[in-house]
């Protein structure tokens, strides 16, 4: 249930554009990413949040969101692994955080977080997700 007036819009209302029907064509992610920008963002699951920041969209709306669930949860899962969304928004453009001050301070806290549990942590992706935090922090 959507906690905040800003959840219970949809990032094509956010973000006051709207995208035409893709092409019939059209892979499934960009499928998915269109019908992804009509949904309320707090209706969107781990899954639908991590491929949208994956893809750079609608980063605006959904970004606050992300941080206020990856601070519950740091390891927050979509379709691949533990901690898959936390490394999908790490993987932002650094531009992408520029006018964002308060949502990259989050971020860090949450990635310095999961940096200092990470040697608890086991699995393949530990060595990336400690990479690419060590990266996002000395940016």
Known sequence: M???AADQQSV???EGVG???PASD???VIRRVHQL???PVGELSVEDLRLMVS???GTVAILPRILDL???DPLAAGDFFPGDLLVATLRLRHDQWSSHVGLLDKARRVAQRVDAMATELDGAQIPELRHL???FLSN
């Open 70 to 72: 990856l601070e519950e």
């Open 37 to 39: 920008r009509r949904i």
């Open 12 to 14: 094509e209302h956010i």
């Open 2 to 4: 959507p906690d905040n």
């Open 19 to 21: 995208w035409p029907e």
């Open 55 to 57: 893809q750079s969209v």
């Open 133 to 135: 935090i060590r990266e």
């Open 26 to 28: 059209a892979t499934y």
